[in-house]
T-cell receptor, first 112, second 112 residues
Framework: KQEVTQIPAALSVPEGENLVLNCSFTDSAIYNLQWFRQDPGKGLTSLLLIQSSQREQTSGRLNASLDKSSGRSTLYIAASQPGDSATYLCAVDTGTASKLTFGTGTRLQVTL | SAVISQKPSRDICQRGTSLTIQCQVDSQVTMMFWYRQQPGQSLTLIATANQGSEATYESGFVIDKFPISRPNLTFSTLTVSNMSPEDSSIYLC?????????FGPGTRLTVT
């Protein structure tokens, strides 16, 4: 059974810092990995999708990497802003009918 | 991409009653997914709904408690039956488009 863990569970950083969020998964036979953002009480916004054949994806200040063999992904956020404050979730798709297994989430707060 | 709407956005219900949540997508999709997010927790898949067939439920979820309809390729409903306070959660529907999953804004349910 796939298990997804995210470290740290919570993180507070001052504005402008670069930061890294970690995601690990137990079964390396994944189809793709997706990073989401969730604001309090809201739905999920897709940030980046990494296919199993890819090593990284970039969108603006966000960069996500994938190391399938070691069961790890990282989300790098450059020059953090208060608007980045949210919970970040990673989810893996094992290719079984597109069902996602979600990580536990990292709650990020960026302070002024 | 896909744009998903859900109704209602939130509701407060009494123990023992039922609530039906609607999910509408702006394009035709084969599979729709229903997730539950309990307070402070990550997302857990309830079931996968295909048009024209019975929904497929994940371990721990049963049709009597969470009946699902999928009358066409753009619409689905999830009913939470005989509710108890433990059913208080955010319920989200999602779809896959171009390998990426998109989520609705969620329905926040509180059972008193």
């Amino acid at each position: 059974k796939q298990e997804v863990t995210q470290i740290p569970a919570a993180l507070s950083v001052p504005e402008g810092e670069n930061l890294v969020l970690n995601c690990s998964f137990t079964d390396s036979a994944i189809y793709n990995l997706q990073w989401f953002r969730q604001d309090p009480g809201k739905g999920l916004t897709s940030l980046l999708l990494i296919q199993s054949s890819q090593r990284e994806q970039t969108s603006g200040r966000l960069n996500a990497s994938l190391d399938k063999s070691s069961g790890r992904s990282t989300l790098y956020i450059a020059a953090s802003q208060p608007g980045d404050s949210a919970t970040y979730l990673c989810a893996v798709d094992t290719g079984t009918a597109s069902k996602l297994t979600f990580g536990t989430g990292t709650r990020l707060q960026v302070t002024l | 991409s896909a744009v998903i709407s859900q109704k209602p956005s939130r509701d407060i219900c009494q123990r023992g009653t039922s609530l039906t949540i609607q999910c509408q997508v702006d394009s035709q999709v084969t599979m729709m997914f229903w997730y539950r997010q309990q307070p402070g927790q990550s997302l857990t898949l309830i079931a996968t709904a295909n048009q024209g067939s019975e929904a497929t439920y994940e371990s721990g979820f049963v049709i009597d408690k969470f009946p699902i309809s999928r009358p066409n390729l753009t619409f689905s409903t999830l009913t939470v039956s005989n509710m108890s306070p433990e059913d208080s959660s955010i319920y989200l529907c999602s779809v896959t488009a171009s390998y990426e999953q998109y989520f609705g804004p969620g329905t926040r349910l509180t059972v008193t």
